[in-house]
């Protein structure tokens, strides 16, 4: 069965200082991650997403993600937070083929707070 | 010009009524879902469809129908309206062939459910 956990609930940073969100995940199959942030009020956009290709991801923002087989980990970085990265983020597990098990879990989403 | 419209974007109803929340789609995409956010709680699928002629029930479907009436429609419908039922009501779409099943999202619609 697949399952995916967002470690924190809610991360605060300060301007300029890393991020680090964390995700782990669990699939009986060779899943697609992804990570897709909501901003206040708003609908869901694509950040970044691993689809057995290089292990560390590049998406949009200056996120990037590194897919650990070995950790079931797929946690979201970045160098450097700006204020507008304030918002709340989602890692998401998928293994939508046309059999009955297929299966899309998202995760219970992670706040990110930035101080000034 | 959105690519994933939803219909209403709020709405307030009573208990017992029967609700539908529409979604259309530009991208030309075969796949379709919907799901609830409650907070804490993620998004959670309701039902999800291949193609207009394949329907699957997702993670909590009990309570909810859905209808695909053409490959850029899916209607979600609530036949009595229960008060655990007040969320956030996302559509998205995919295409297996591109992507692999990226999901773009509606942007939402808010069910207030008294």
């Known amino acids: ?116 | 010009d959105a690519d994933v419209t939803q219909t209403p974007r709020n709405r307030i109803t009573k208990t017992g009524k029967r609700i539908m929340l529409e979604c259309s789609q530009t991208k030309g995409h075969d796949r379709m879902y919907w799901y609830r956010q409650d907070p804490g709680l993620g998004l959670r699928l309701i039902y999800y469809s291949f193609d207009v002629k394949d329907i699957n029930k997702g993670e909590i479907s009990d309570g909810y129908s859905v209808s695909r009436q053409a490959q850029a429609k899916f209607s979600l419908s609530l036949e009595s309206a229960i008060p655990n039922q007040t969320a956030l009501y996302f559509c998205a779409t995919s295409d297996p062939l591109r992507g692999r099943d990226t999901q773009y999202f509606g942007p939402g619609t808010r069910l207030t459910v008294l």
């Open chain 1, 1 to 116: 069965a697949q399952s995916v956990t967002q470690l924190d609930s809610h991360v605060s940073v300060s301007e300029g200082t890393p991020v680090l969100l964390r995700c782990n995940y669990s699939s009986s199959y060779s899943p697609s991650l992804f990570w897709y942030v909501q901003h206040p009020n708003k609908g869901l956009q694509l950040l970044l997403k691993y689809t057995s290709a290089a292990t560390l991801v590049k998406g949009i923002n200056g996120f990037e993600a590194e897919f650990k087989k070995s950790e079931t980990s797929f946690h979201l970085t970045k160098p450097s937070a700006h204020m507008s990265d304030a918002a709340e983020y989602f890692c998401v597990v998928s293994d939508l083929g046309r059999s009955s098990a297929s299966k899309i879990i998202f995760g219970s989403g992670t706040r990110l707070s930035i101080r000034p």
